[in-house]
């Protein structure tokens, strides 16, 4: 089993920065990949970013050029830099491990 939480969110104005974090906690060791999914009112969930093991990232098209996905080397902490956010970029963001462990969520709220 793995326990996630993610930390970070909360509301900032177009343009503007935040930087998610999810400590991962449990079988760590036994982690091939994590990412940050979102999910907006009334949408489905969506992959943001994946970072594997081996430090391989892929991110939505969306997200390109103003996110970015780290980890550090134990899979204790995995973040999510957000840069240039929009207002399109409001939801629940949630980190997830091996798409089967799941945190309770963050919310993102890009508003002036």
């Known amino acids: 089993q793995v326990q996630l939480v993610e930390s970070g969110g909360g509301l900032v104005q177009p343009g503007g920065s935040l930087r998610l974090s999810c400590a991962a906690s449990?079988?760590?060791?036994?982690?091939?990949?994590m990412g940050w999914y979102r999910q907006a009112p009334g949408k489905q969930r969506e992959m943001v970013a994946i970072?594997?093991?081996?430090?391989?990232?892929n991110y939505a098209d969306s997200v390109k050029g103003r996110f970015t996905i780290s980890r550090n080397n134990a899979w204790k902490t995995m973040y999510l830099q957000m840069n240039t956010l929009k207002p399109e970029d409001t939801a629940v963001y949630y980190c997830?491990?091996?798409?089967?462990?799941w945190g309770q969520g963050t919310q993102v709220t890009v508003s002036s």
């Open positions: 449990g079988s760590i060791f036994s982690i091939n990949a």
């Open positions: 997830a491990a091996d798409g089967r462990f």
């Open positions: 970072i594997t093991r081996g430090g391989s990232t």
